[in-house]
Nanobody, 115 residues
């Protein structure tokens, strides 16, 4: 079993920054892909960013240049640095891990960006 715990969400003004963390524990396999999704009010969950075991990253067009995903394999932690936040970034942010063809999810952390 794999367990994910996110932290770092909160309320911030537009233009501000937040840093999310997700600690992964349990039966972690390699290689794997770690990533962040978000679910905005009234919308479906959507991918934000991901990174594989080699550190190769990908981003949604809406966050390119503003968000940075990184991982610390020694700590089994994935991070999401979010800069220049916009009200439309308001969402519940979820981290996930894809390994051995199984996808695991965290509980989510709320990010609210005020205008």
């Amino acid at each position: 079993q794999v367990h994910l715990v996110e932290s770092g969400g909160g309320l911030v003004q537009a233009g501000g920054s937040l840093a999310l963390s997700c600690v992964v524990s349990g039966e972690i396999a390699s290689p794997n892909r770690m990533g962040w999704y978000r679910q905005r009010p009234g919308k479906q969950r959507e991918p934000v960013a991901s990174t594989n075991s080699a550190g190769i990253t990908s981003y949604a067009d809406s966050v390119k240049g503003r968000f940075t995903i990184s991982r610390d394999n020694a700590k089994n932690t994935v991070y999401l640095q979010m800069n220049n936040l916009r009200p439309e970034d308001t969402a519940v942010y979820y981290c996930n891990v894809l390994q051995s063809r199984t996808l695991y999810w965290g509980q989510g952390t709320q990010v609210t960006v005020s205008a």
